[in-house]
């Protein structure tokens, strides 16, 4: 998810942990911890286009690193006489814990997070919730600023830090619920509708968890629909996206296509737009379309020999203004 959400989780857990012994710091310290893993976005510098998304969300986010680092980090801190006073298991806890929920929130989200790696390249991803979304950030945010505004007084800053760990859960729990719902209403359509398909997923559209995404995946291409938890009607409007497997002859020994391939998880389509041809990753969506298949794919790769591929994944690629995308998108989500 976004940098704030994943500070504001953890400072939330820094608080509940070691806010009594250290004040403040206890904050600040869980919601740098929450960050951490993020570090691999230093990855931009010294690896290709492609190779940056795999190695993104990968042995950073892993387990492994999760269970080993907390203890690192705890036995540094305590070389310090300051924090010698706040006990081993605590530290612990609190790194352990906030390293943890970054890779909760991650793995909530379409993209693919490599809890086992090394050990397993797998990508593991639960779709539930958009990689920013306000309804789950806003409550941290203000119960937060909450606990800042009444830290003198324990008790209220208590009950501050629990609501906003208590909202904030309460939303992740609410995301689940919608995308079962969504999940069998627009597998039924999908079946209703006499429609083939080898597997289907639901993902959320961005900044909320009311209008989502649906797209099968079958040996030649996908049907791709939206549905809203607002929409009156149950009958979800499909439209197919072919995949063009075809377009990739010249490629096939290109590395990079093998590791677009294992991120997608099969979820692509080949599209060309002149000497142009694209590799679109389904799973992120398009940029601002809602109910057809008329603009690009969020994460869209140009395989033409000199392409700019610096930002493969990249949703503000807008042909119309923010405004107008924004409107359009509110529009769906209260349904039709």
């Given at each position: ?70 203890l690192i ?221 008329d603009s ?23 042909t119309e ?16």
């Amino acid at each position: 998810m976004d940098l704030l959400s994943h500070a504001l989780l953890g400072a939330a857990i820094g608080e509940a942990t070691v806010g009594r012994r250290i004040g403040r710091r206890g904050m600040a310290m869980g919601a740098v911890t929450a960050l951490l893993p993020d570090l691999d976005v230093l990855g931009h510098f010294f690896l290709p286009h492609a190779q940056q998304l795999a190695f993104h969300r990968g042995i950073t986010h892993s387990l492994l690193v999760a269970a080993i680092l907390p203890l690192i980090l705890a036995w540094l801190i305590r070389r310090n006489k300051t924090n010698a006073t706040v006990p081993f298991v605590q530290w612990t806890l609190l790194f352990g814990l906030a390293l943890l929920s970054h890779l909760l929130l991650d793995v909530l989200t379409c993209y693919g997070t490599g809890l086992f790696e090394p050990f397993h390249s797998a990508r593991i991803a639960f779709d539930t919730i958009f990689v920013a979304d306000p309804f789950y950030t806003l409550p941290l945010l203000i119960c937060t600023i909450g606990v800042l505004r009444t830290y003198s007084n324990e008790a209220t800053r208590r009950k501050w830090n629990l609501t906003g760990l208590f909202l904030s859960g309460l939303y992740l729990l609410f995301t689940f619920v919608g995308h079962l719902s969504v999940q069998r209403i627009m597998t039924n359509s999908l079946t209703a509708q006499g429609k083939s398909f080898t597997s289907f997923t639901v993902t959320p559209t961005p900044m909320n968890s009311l209008l989502w995404m649906g797209y099968s995946q079958d040996k030649t291409g996908a049907w791709i629909g939206y549905y809203s938890l607002l929409d009156a009607d149950t009958d979800v409007q499909f439209h197919r996206l072919e995949r063009n497997d075809s377009l990739l002859a010249a490629f096939e020994s290109d590395p990079t296509l093998a590791v677009l391939k294992r991120l997608s998880k099969g979820n692509y389509a080949l599209t060309q737009q002149g000497e142009h041809i694209y590799f679109n990753d389904l799973r992120f969506g398009q940029v601002s379309s809602w109910d057809s298949l008329d603009s690009e794919f969020a994460l869209r790769y140009d395989f033409a020999a000199g392409a700019d591929n610096a930002r493969p994944l990249n949703r503000m690629r807008f042909t119309e203004s923010k405004g107008v995308v924004f409107w359009r998108l509110v529009d769906r989500i209260l349904g039709k």
